[in-house]
């Protein structure tokens, strides 16, 4: 009878264990999938925020140039037409650099931005000649490109 009794208890302590340790393996794996998940997002959060912020910058260089263009020609109705645009790009890359700024504190990411930005915003200096304006054009798409490849690296070592 104290065979049986003795049996029956470490079957029962069995069980127990089995049930612990299989409920931990479960928690651990469920708090493994909940960190891989908030990981891809605020990855794709940041992707975002830099694609949004390479785009403002973009159609801004373009408005900026265009209305250089239109200032060389002496166009003024397209002059205040182009520099009514550009104010409403410049917002949104305000906006976008913000966004961006929330989601990456990596001062190399933050100094090509900031780069990209003062580049496209020099565009304004070149209003003077063609040469000017090409080349403050040419500097700026030059420190697009290099912003989004910092960026690029910095997205890659992250999920690293």
């Known amino acids: ?38 990981g891809e997002t605020i990855r794709h959060d940041r992707l975002e925020a830099i694609t949004a912020l390479a785009v403002a910058v973009s159609d801004h260089r373009r408005t900026l140039w265009k209305r250089g263009g239109a200032v060389l020609a002496q166009d003024t109705d397209l002059t205040q037409a182009l520099r009514t645009e550009s104010q409403a790009t410049r917002v949104t890359i305000a906006r976008a650099l913000v966004t961006m700024r929330v989601l990456i504190t990596d001062p190399v990411v933050r100094e090509a931005a900031d780069r990209m930005i003062t580049l496209t915003y020099a565009i304004r200096e070149g209003f003077d000649s063609a040469e000017a304006l090409d080349r403050a054009r040419q500097e700026a798409i030059i420190a697009h490109d290099e912003f989004v490849d910092t960026a690029a690296r910095y997205l890659t070592a992250q999920t690293a």
């Not at 470490?10 to 908030?38: K, M, P, W």
């Open 1 to 38: 009878m104290l065979v049986t009794l003795v049996t029956a208890a470490l079957a029962i302590l069995g069980t127990l264990l089995g049930a612990i340790v299989s409920d931990r393996f479960q928690e651990r794996a469920a708090e493994r999938a909940v960190r891989v998940g908030h």
